[in-house]
T-cell receptor
Framework: EAQVTQNPRYLITVTGKKLTVTCSQN?????MSWYRQDPGLGLRQIYY???????DKGDVPEGYKVSRKEKRNFPLILESPSPNQTSLYFC????????????FGDGTRLSIL | GESVGLHLPTLSVQEGDNSIINCAYS??????FIWYKQESGKGPQFIID?????DKRQGQRVTVLLNKTVKHLSLQIAATQPGDSAVYFC????????????FGAGTRLAVHP
């Protein structure tokens, strides 16, 4: 089954404790992206990657890091999480072709205390 | 997630009626538009898309209409069913940046029996 898989689905942690949210896709997509979703603000792009070893900032990159060492994986790293990063996070992927919609994972709910 | 629906405009319809969800997009240069459906606890799910060289596109029970003059997009759902209850997002992208989606804030559709 074609899918985008995120782990963990839920995490409660404390300020300053480094965490990583993993994202994996099995569709051989070139493009991957991370979004955060907050009430009233919709989905906002954090980082994206056009292919292996190619990453770029989205609209709200502050406080986040990403890496793309393999085509299927695109982890999101919070080196020193803060309470304002409490949010619902989504990973997405798509082929690097025009007119191809992004496919989303089921989300990771992070709570930073 | 549950908190996604807070502060969103809500459209309430009776089961079997047709639903129309509207979206005003921001960038006159956008030429690719997508509608996503998000159910509670799930990631956004692709419904239908449309290019700017089209005014209308139909899928199964859904139709998307595009009015470039007033930068307006609508999603019509025929014979709305309880399973259509969800938050619906429009997203826009422009040539050269098809993977960089800009999402609207969303509309909650509530279907009553």
């Amino acid at each position: 089954e074609a899918q985008v898989t995120q782990n963990p689905r839920y995490l409660i942690t404390v300020t300053g404790k480094k965490l990583t949210v993993t994202c994996s896709q099995n569709m051989n997509h070139e493009y991957m992206s991370w979004y955060r979703q907050d009430p009233g603000l919709g989905l906002r792009q954090i980082y994206y990657s056009m292919n292996v070893e190619v990453t770029d900032k989205g609209d709200v990159p502050e406080g986040y890091k990403v890496s793309r060492k393999e085509k299927r994986n695109f982890p999101l790293i919070l080196e020193s999480p803060s309470p304002n990063q409490t949010s619902l996070y989504f990973c997405a992927s798509s082929p690097d072709r025009e007119d191809q919609p992004q496919h989303f994972g089921d989300g990771t709910r992070l709570s930073i205390l | 997630g549950e908190s996604v629906g807070l502060h969103l405009p809500t459209l309430s319809v009776q089961e079997g009626d047709n639903s129309i969800i509207n979206c005003a997009y921001s960038n006159s240069a956008s030429d690719y538009f997508i509608w996503y459906k998000q159910e509670s606890g799930k990631g956004p799910q692709f419904i239908i898309d449309i290019r700017s060289n089209m005014d209308k596109r139909q899928g199964q029970r859904v139709t998307v209409l595009l009015n470039k003059t007033v930068k307006h997009l609508s999603l019509q759902i025929a014979a709305t069913q309880p399973g259509d209850s969800a938050v619906y997002f429009c997203a826009e992208a422009f040539s050269g940046g098809y993977n960089k989606l800009i999402f609207g804030a969303g509309t909650r559709l509530a279907v009553h029996p």
